[in-house]
């Protein structure tokens, strides 16, 4: 079964650079640092409560993660999700009709791995990863919630619920937005599928022009958003004062994706 968000992949031009901001200053641990030489990438695994945070460096030209850097920059590159037994899921989701990229699994640096079409998930390229016995393991909360715009909520939550067994929770009409946000569980973390209201409304004419896929955003809690912005302001970093969150009883503040390699890092405070 898929129990938990194993983690986000984020394509960076230097690994190194990155720590910078991930292990330097948000005091994340490396976890696992290597070179995948038959994929050509070197990959950093940093984990983050129960979840972690994969940097993807390109050590060589014409791979796909090099070229999706190259056409994209730095940003968010998947969703990974993990199970115990990835051959099962495999052959689970096949059967759904979805469109592998992976038949079966090879290596990876979250265990062994397999990749789903984004075609087949409302835009977003999603990873399934069986861990090995002896990875990272935490029971605490990580990530709050990471988000994926999508046109047609209905299909996507049919989708996300057949695929990655997640159901809604709560759904929130935000008129003054035209949006409306489903938060789907998957053990701490919650899966946001955030759909425009109306054919008018902004997010529409957002997902006419880049498409349906995820937000490269990760929203992280903290128990004291003052603070926390005060602490990463003191690292140097440009970090806009709090304001009033989408969803009711939520203060927020956004480390921009410029500064934090290809993703923004919302700090989430619930009120």
Same mark, same amino acid.
């Given at each position: 079964?898929? !129990?938990?968000?194993?983690?986000?992949?984020?394509?960076?031009?230097?690994?190194?650079?990155?720590?910078?901001?991930?292990?330097?200053?948000?005091?994340?641990?490396?976890?696992?640092?290597?070179?995948?030489?038959?994929?050509?990438?070197?990959?950093?695994?940093?984990?983050?409560?129960?979840? %972690?945070?994969? /940097?993807?460096? =390109?050590?060589?030209?014409? +791979?796909?993660?090099?070229?999706?850097?190259?056409?994209?920059?730095?940003?968010?590159?998947?969703?990974?999700?993990?199970?115990?037994?990835?051959?099962?899921?495999?052959?689970?989701?096949?059967?759904?009709?979805?469109?592998?990229?992976?038949? %079966? =699994?090879?290596?990876?640096? $979250?265990?062994?791995?397999?990749?789903?079409?984004?075609?087949?998930?409302?835009?977003?390229?999603?990873? /399934?990863?069986?861990?090995? =016995?002896?990875?990272?393991? @935490?029971?605490?909360?990580?990530?709050?919630?990471?988000?994926?715009?999508? @046109?047609?909520? !209905?299909?996507?939550?049919?989708?996300?619920?057949?695929?990655?067994?997640?159901?809604?929770?709560?759904?929130?009409?935000?008129?003054?937005?035209?949006?409306?946000?489903?938060?789907?569980?998957?053990?701490?973390?919650?899966?946001?599928?955030? $759909?425009?209201?109306? =054919?008018?409304?902004?997010?529409?004419?957002?997902?006419?022009?880049?498409?349906?896929?995820?937000?490269?955003? *990760?929203?992280?809690?903290?128990?004291?958003?003052?603070?926390?912005?005060?602490?990463?302001?003191?690292?140097?970093?440009?970090?806009? !004062?709090?304001? *009033?969150? +989408?969803?009711?009883? +939520?203060?927020?503040? +956004?480390?921009?994706?410029?500064?934090?390699?290809?993703?923004?890092?919302? /700090?989430?405070?619930?009120?």
């Amino acid at each position: 079964m898929i !129990d938990r968000l194993h983690h986000v992949g984020i394509v960076v031009h230097s690994a190194d650079d990155a720590l910078g901001f991930y292990r330097d200053i948000m005091g994340l641990e490396v976890a696992v640092d290597e070179v995948v030489e038959e994929q050509g990438v070197r990959g950093v695994l940093l984990p983050l409560g129960e979840n %972690e945070i994969e /940097l993807l460096e =390109p050590v060589r030209e014409g +791979t796909g993660v090099a070229r999706y850097l190259e056409t994209r920059g730095q940003t968010l590159h998947h969703f990974c999700f993990s199970t115990d037994d990835i051959r099962t899921e495999l052959a689970r989701v096949r059967d759904l009709g979805v469109e592998l990229i992976d038949q %079966e =699994p090879r290596y990876g640096l $979250a265990g062994e791995i397999a990749f789903l079409h984004p075609r087949s998930m409302h835009g977003v390229l999603v990873e /399934l990863a069986q861990p090995r =016995p002896d990875a990272h393991h @935490s029971d605490a909360k990580g990530m709050d919630h990471v988000a994926v715009r999508v @046109s047609d909520y !209905d299909a996507a939550k049919a989708r996300w619920n057949e695929v990655v067994g997640v159901g809604e929770q709560h759904r929130f009409d935000v008129e003054e937005a035209q949006l409306v946000i489903g938060q789907f569980p998957i053990s701490q973390t919650i899966l946001e599928l955030i $759909a425009p209201a109306s =054919p008018d409304a902004p997010l529409a004419k957002v997902i006419e022009e880049e498409r349906e896929g995820a937000f490269p955003v *990760v929203a992280i809690e903290v128990a004291d958003l003052d603070t926390e912005i005060a602490r990463y302001r003191a690292a140097g970093l440009d970090v806009p !004062d709090a304001e *009033v969150g +989408t969803l009711p009883g +939520t203060r927020r503040s +956004t480390i921009s994706a410029e500064q934090a390699f290809g993703i923004g890092i919302q /700090l989430l405070e619930y009120v």
